[in-house]
């Protein structure tokens, strides 16, 4: 025996037909088969049985429509099989997101080489306030990159010393470029150079004015 599927009434397990209410049971015993397959096909899948793309290919190819996001690159594939968690697979993924645009690559490089340009003063100036700065080796080195100065004034600028009469490259050479240049007057050709703890005033490209901040 069965219930219809409509007004609930027992009837004969092979009626095609109700005899309570007159209603077709052929509808019931298809929804009933096809809500029980459909529960075995996504138990299989879930399971990990029966892979999804085994359905998926009987399906027409205008209902499976492609990705909106662009192919993972072969690098973020190697990434997150290799190295594995956030290190390995943050290079690549989805449209390159580690990739770096050209400008991006000049800002790094220019930001790169400051770094090492300031690396390098303050080791100079460290070297500059030891005791012995003015060493014969020290000066002997500059000498060799400058032939044309005075041996005295190579002692002054290895020590980060400087004196009025200095050009402009000593003064680069003993105390490195200004935090800022200033113009007072356009018609006389004097700047000045703003350091941390001093001002020099230049007047023609030569040192006139030392003053201590």
Do not use: K
């Amino acid at each position: 025996m069965a219930n219809c599927w409509r007004c609930g009434g027992q009837i004969s397990a092979y009626a095609s037909r109700c005899s309570w209410c007159g209603r077709s049971t052929t509808v019931s015993a298809f929804l009933q088969v096809t809500a029980f397959a459909v529960l075995i096909v996504a138990a299989l899948v879930v399971g990990g049985i029966v892979p999804l793309g085994a359905f998926t290919r009987f399906l027409p190819t205008q209902w499976i429509q492609d990705s909106p996001l662009p192919p993972r690159s072969a690098e973020a594939t190697d990434g997150a099989g290799g190295g594995g968690g956030q290190g390995g697979g943050a290079r690549g993924g989805y449209g390159a997101v580690g990739s770096q645009t050209a400008e991006q690559q000049r800002r790094e490089a220019a930001r790169s080489a400051s770094e090492e340009r300031e690396r390098a003063e303050r080791a100079e100036r460290a070297a500059a306030s030891r005791p012995g700065c003015d060493s014969p080796e020290r000066i002997d080195a500059m000498a060799a990159r400058h032939a044309e100065w005075d041996r005295n004034d190579i002692a002054l600028i290895v020590c980060r010393q400087l004196r009025e009469g200095f050009s402009e490259e000593q003064l680069v050479a003993s105390r490195g470029r200004p935090l800022r240049r200033m113009t007072p007057d356009t018609t006389s050709g004097m700047e000045v150079w703003v350091y941390r703890d001093m001002r020099v005033v230049l007047d023609a490209a030569r040192v006139v004015s030392i003053r201590q901040q």
